[in-house]
């Protein structure tokens, strides 16, 4: 449908199937099955304004997001490329959030999107270093001895009618059937074996469906197209935004994209 669109004004255009990531066009590259990238490259008679004409037109297309960036002299490159850091999702969303709010008041940016995902519950472990060590136990190592029993470890390897199977040994999906047991779990060490609640805090905490992170913090981004000339001006008055914010403690704002310096 989208093709159609934009064949009427287009030499050529090419459309990328997303295939879970790649680099053809940078960052901007399809992610997912769920997500695609047409590049069109204009007829000399295309009307000044087709950008924002199209903009117009394909956003009636029910149940998408679609987003009509204008490129010259290559493949797009980012524009505005906010990214908030942090160690609790829920204020990095709430920060997020206001962000979005108040970028779209700002005017010259257009296409404004965010990754944050909508939250769904997780249990959060919060190992006490002092108490695992009276086992012999660090944080690590009491997060490894979850992980295998949550996840699984391969043991070994079978050879079934020609076919190579993986052998993964895993604690019982039943005994994890809710907080109270994943809170009776035994994690042993060389100077004993304690249940989990001795040595950890076990909450249920709101958390992302999908999990993004920069140098080891969770993170969100934002992106945008800057559609005027004056893209210092704009930045300005996005830093101002940024600058205004009451951020939680732990939480940090990063203003990128073409005003990174």
Known sequence: EIEGQVEEYSEVFTTTLGSGGGTTFGSRSPRGFNQSLTFVRLKEEAPENIARSLRTQILDIEGRVVNVREVE??????????????????DISSVASQLLEALHDIGDVENITSNVTEAREEVVVTVDPKRAALIGLTTQTVAYQLNQFLSGRQVTQVNLDGSILNVVLAGRS????????????????????????????????????????????????????????????????????????????????????????
């Open 174 to 261: 039943s005994d994890t059937d809710g907080i109270e047991m994943i809170r009776g779990l035994v994690v042993s060490g060389p100077s004993g074996q304690r249940p989990l609640s001795e040595i950890a805090s076990i909450q249920i905490e709101e958390g992302p469906a999908t999990i993004s992170r920069t140098n080891g913090l969770r993170s969100a981004s934002i992106s945008g197209t800057i559609t005027s000339d004056d893209t210092q001006a704009v930045g300005r008055r996005i830093q101002a935004t940024i600058d205004g914010l009451d951020l939680p403690f732990g939480v940090q704002v990063n203003n990128g994209g073409v005003f990174r310096q």
């Open 73 to 90: 002299g290559g493949p797009p490159q980012s524009g505005l490329d906010v990214n908030i850091t942090g160690s609790n999702y829920a």
